[in-house]
Every structure is written in structure tokens, then in C-alpha cells.
């Protein structure tokens, strides 16, 4: 599997994951090298597993199913 974590703002690489067929993860505008949007989306995908693990199900949350 391989994840684009970013599109840097170089024209060329935004070409290189439409011929790769790869959406990324962020667009921030970024042209820094050295890994930094993997850093950022790597914050990101563990926010976004934190937030699914630590998810209580409507019935553990006390939600009602219906309004009445």
C-alpha cells in the first residue's frame, strides 16, 4: 500500500500522484523537503485513530435511538 501524505506546491509532483492515481492526504502549499508533510499527516492519521479507538457506541454514550 503506499499513501501520499502530501502534494508538495512543486508542479511537478502533484503529476507524479495523478500518474501514481494517489489523492493526498493534505494540500498545505508546502515546498520544504525533508519529510515535513509526512510529519504533519502522520499527526493527522493518529488523531483520526484516537478519535475511532476512543468512539463509545450510541448505546455506551446514553444516546436514545429514537425522539419522542
Same mark, same amino acid.
Given at each position: 500500500h503506499c499513501w501520499?501524505?502530501?502534494v508538495s506546491a512543486e508542479h511537478a509532483h502533484g503529476r $507524479?500522484?495523478?500518474k501514481m492515481g494517489l489523492s493526498p492526504l493534505l494540500d498545505l502549499g508546502m515546498r520544504l523537503g525533508e519529510a515535513s508533510g509526512a510529519a504533519t499527516?502522520? $499527526?493527522l492519521l493518529r488523531a483520526a485513530l484516537a478519535a475511532h479507538a476512543g468512539m463509545a457506541s450510541f448505546a455506551d454514550a446514553g444516546v436514545a435511538e429514537q425522539l419522542e
Open positions: 501520499a501524505a502530501h $507524479l500522484l495523478e499527516a502522520i $499527526l
